[in-house]
């Protein structure tokens, strides 16, 4: 078995008191949720597919993505040249307890 | 490129998780590389079809979530149950179970997962077993999780029974859906009497929702004394109900 890969170094808001949950997206803008959304079907996207798909410049689309990673919306990664940007989802709720207290039920 | 494919129903008890499995198998027919993921963690059920219990489930989706291992190994090759049927050179089936033991469920009620993780976890499936379809089988409702597979999906099967409260959560989902711009929709209505005029029904669900229905699975007896331990259209190829699911098939697959 092998083990998850560990994360990558990122930039941005990252942790529990930030993110964004999925209620969250869908209560969004029309035109913020058509971004989140999309990037959430693609996984990782580079500034110049959100160019592409918003039929946007680069230089209007690199701060709107800087914006969204400010707000920890999104998180990005560099990638030798290229910064890639991904939706940061959040956690579900907070763990507040030990994880092996639920073994003691099976 | 591979497409995911949500199987969703707003109230529980629809037969997703029995759609699921032989939509699934059925394209698996074909020749091609499907999975199936049980997102329902709180209540699975899909891996009964693919004759799994809680002895031999060693590695569920849970371990994935609660980062134990790679979601690539919590995935079992089951395509031995294609073996009794016409199946296409390539095609294969793999289940990513979700995990039965009652702690591992209060877990999840408790403290809920990381849904980000979920995500990534599809992706990386799709890339390790090349598939071809990734099959999501859903906890009824709308929640993060559903939310989420909503979202991602290429395409949103919805599951239904001629029922009021059906067609009205139904309603609600179809709404969703179109506001997350999922870019393909079909109902499947399941569990319609026979005495029902199934062309009647088709016509008056697809002009009430505007949203293509693929099949209309009449109850079966067939179905209900097969009760879940196999997967219907792989026992009964030449059944009736294996021919609608064939049809639903054909509508993911084009």
């Known amino acids: 078995m092998s083990e998850p890969t560990s994360d990558f170094p990122v930039q941005g808001n990252d942790g529990e008191d930030s993110s964004i949950s999925m209620i969250d997206i869908f209560t969004l803008p029309d035109s913020l949720r058509h971004l989140l959304s999309w990037m959430l079907r693609k996984g990782e996207v580079t500034v110049q597919e959100v160019a592409q798909h918003l039929k946007q410049e680069e230089s209007i689309v690199i701060p709107m993505l800087e914006e969204l990673v400010e707000d920890g919306m999104i998180r990005v990664r560099q990638v030798g040249e290229e910064r890639r940007y991904r939706v940061l989802l959040a956690h579900k709720s907070n763990r507040r307890v030990s994880k092996d207290i639920w073994s003691v039920l099976d | ?254």
């Not at chain 2, 989706?61 to 980062?67: A, E, H, I, S």
């Not at chain 2, 079909?186 to 009430?208: G, H, P, W």
Request: hydrophobic letters at 40%; glycine letters at 6%; one cysteine or more.
């Open chain 2, 1 to 254: 490129m591979a497409k995911i494919v949500s199987v969703h129903s707003f109230r529980g008890g629809t037969g997703k998780s029995n759609s699921t499995a032989n939509i699934a198998s059925t394209v698996a027919r074909h020749g091609h590389r499907v999975a199936i993921v049980d997102t329902d963690i709180q209540s699975p059920g899909i891996h009964v079809l693919f004759g799994f219990d809680d002895e031999k489930i060693e590695r569920s989706l849970n371990d994935y979530l609660w980062g134990r291992c790679a979601i690539s190994d919590t995935a079992y090759d089951v395509s031995q149950v294609l073996s009794h049927s016409p199946t296409q050179a390539g095609g294969k089936i793999f289940l990513i179970p979700s995990s039965l033991k009652a702690g591992e469920i209060a877990r999840v009620l408790r403290e809920g997962y990381d849904v980000g993780l979920l995500n990534d976890g599809f992706q990386e499936l799709i890339e390790n077993l090349q598939l071809d379809y990734l099959f999501i089988d859903t906890h009824p409702g709308l929640n993060e999780e559903t939310l989420l597979s909503i979202t991602i999906s290429d395409i949103l099967l919805l599951i239904l029974r001629p029922d009021r409260q059906d067609f009205q959560g139904t309603a609600v989902t179809v709404d969703v859906a179109r506001k997350l711009e999922v870019p393909k929709m079909l109902l499947m209505i399941n569990k319609a009497l026979t005495s029902y005029d199934f062309d009647a029904m088709r016509e008056s669900v697809q002009q009430t929702y505007n949203v293509p229905v693929a099949g209309i699975m009449p109850l079966s007896e067939e179905m209900i004394q097969l009760a879940s331990s196999e997967v219907f259209c792989l026992r009964y190829p030449d059944h009736p109900l294996s021919k609608v699911i064939e049809s639903v098939a054909q509508q993911v697959m084009a």
